[in-house]
């Protein structure tokens, strides 16, 4: 089993910026692809952003492409995600979602074996 605690999340004004963390405890491996969700009130989950092993191998939605940046540290087992120029849109439950194996950035909510409990980011007009 894997445990993914996030946080981070807040309150902030729109144009603010937050810093997710995503920490990984448990059995994990080395190479792992590790990626954001956010689910909205009445809305499905949607992908974010996601990060490979390597770091080499990023992924955002088209949404998020160029204000936000997913980032890892390896050695800690967490995962980052910056979030600048946020906007109301961006309200939302983050969720922090991980995938073992030797593979690129995973868009999809059914490539990844373990969520953590989500943390909840509210960005005000």
């Known amino acids: 089993q894997v445990q993914l605690v996030e946080s981070g999340g807040g309150l902030v004004q729109a144009g603010g910026s937050l810093r997710l963390s995503c920490a990984a405890s448990?059995?994990?491996?080395?190479?792992?692809?590790m990626g954001w969700f956010r689910q909205a009130p009445g809305k499905e989950r949607e992908f974010v952003a996601s990060i490979a092993w390597s770091a080499g191998s990023t992924y955002y939605a088209d949404s998020v492409k160029g204000r936000f940046t997913i980032s890892r540290d390896n050695a800690m087992n967490t995962v980052y995600l910056q979030m600048n120029t946020l906007k109301p849109e961006d309200t939302a439950v983050y969720f922090c979602a991980y995938r073992a194996g030797r593979l690129g950035a995973l868009i999809g909510r059914a490539e990844y074996d373990y969520w953590g409990q989500g943390t909840q980011v509210t960005v005000s007009s």
């Open positions: 448990g059995r994990t491996f080395s190479t792992n692809t």
